[in-house]
């Protein structure tokens, strides 16, 4: 057991190199050595976790899958309304990204894969599908101006967070450098305060 044990917290340190080494460099870039270097670690003892590059991209890419599809399964089957789930997904991917170094590594090179093949970010077309529900959702009750069409609404939405963190250059993932998030919060606020009770709103014509 106490042999599983260190293999397990060895698995954990080399995935935590990997991604600063995926984030900072991209995967073209990325070193197998660097990775084991960054925790004072044999490049034949990375081997005996991760034989290629390949596979720590995969590893990082189901962690992301992973993390991101708890945000979007907690938004799509929440019952609460809809403007407070929309917040809490927009603002919980600004939280993951800036916390989880892992899943922001795995979402540059989803990107770096999608860009080199010509096709959108899986992912982001997944959360996209969810966002446009809810911005819908938001508009039907309300919350939000009725007259702005709905699907460049949810596409502002998805690309302004996402943007926020894939824009973000490499060092600055790495060294932890606040922005995004905060950038994040920032544009919810200023967007939801925008749309919230205009002209074409419900709740102004009403006085609330």
Same mark, same amino acid.
């Given at each position: 057991?106490?042999?599983?044990?260190?293999?397990?917290?060895?698995?954990?340190?080399?995935?935590?190199?990997?991604?600063?080494?995926?984030?900072?460099?991209?995967?073209?870039?990325?070193?197998?050595?660097?990775?084991?270097? +960054?925790?004072?670690?044999?490049?034949?003892? *990375?081997?005996?976790? $991760?034989? #290629?590059?390949?596979?720590?991209? @995969? &590893? !990082?890419?189901?962690?992301?899958?992973?993390?991101?599809?708890?945000?979007?399964?907690?938004?799509?089957?929440?019952?609460?309304?809809?403007?407070? +789930?929309?917040?809490?997904?927009?603002?919980? *991917?600004?939280?993951? $990204?800036? #916390?989880?170094?892992?899943?922001? @590594? &795995? !979402?540059?090179?989803?990107?770096?894969?999608?860009?080199?093949?010509?096709?959108?970010?899986?992912?982001?077309?997944?959360?996209?599908?969810?966002?446009?529900?809810?911005?819908?959702?938001?508009?039907?009750?309300?919350?939000?101006?009725?007259?702005?069409?709905?699907?460049?609404?949810?596409?502002?939405?998805?690309?302004?967070?996402?943007?926020?963190?894939?824009?973000?250059?490499?060092?600055?993932?790495?060294?932890?450098?606040?922005?995004?998030?905060?950038?994040?919060?920032?544009?919810?606020?200023?967007?939801?305060?925008?749309?919230?009770?205009?002209?074409?709103?419900?709740?102004?014509?009403?006085?609330?």
């Amino acid at each position: 057991m106490p042999k599983q044990a260190r293999a397990l917290r060895t698995y954990d340190r080399v995935l935590d190199a990997a991604a600063q080494e995926f984030a900072r460099y991209g995967y073209a870039h990325a070193n197998l050595q660097n990775i084991a270097d +960054r925790i004072e670690l044999t490049k034949g003892a *990375l081997y005996g976790h $991760f034989a #290629t590059k390949e596979d720590l991209a @995969a &590893a !990082l890419d189901h962690h992301l899958c992973a993390t991101l599809g708890e945000l979007l399964e907690e938004a799509r089957t929440s019952s609460g309304p809809a403007p407070g +789930r929309l917040r809490s997904l927009v603002l919980g *991917l600004g939280r993951l $990204f800036r #916390t989880d170094m892992r899943a922001l @590594a &795995a !979402l540059r090179l989803s990107a770096e894969s999608a860009r080199s093949a010509g096709r959108p970010i899986p992912l982001l077309s997944e959360t996209h599908g969810l966002v446009l529900h809810l911005v819908r959702e938001t508009q039907r009750v309300g919350h939000w101006n009725a007259s702005i069409p709905t699907k460049p609404l949810a596409d502002l939405i998805v690309a302004a967070t996402f943007g926020a963190f894939l824009t973000e250059t490499g060092s600055d993932a790495v060294h932890g450098r606040a922005g995004p998030e905060m950038a994040v919060d920032a544009m919810w606020d200023v967007l939801a305060q925008a749309l919230d009770g205009g002209p074409g709103s419900p709740s102004r014509a009403a006085g609330r």
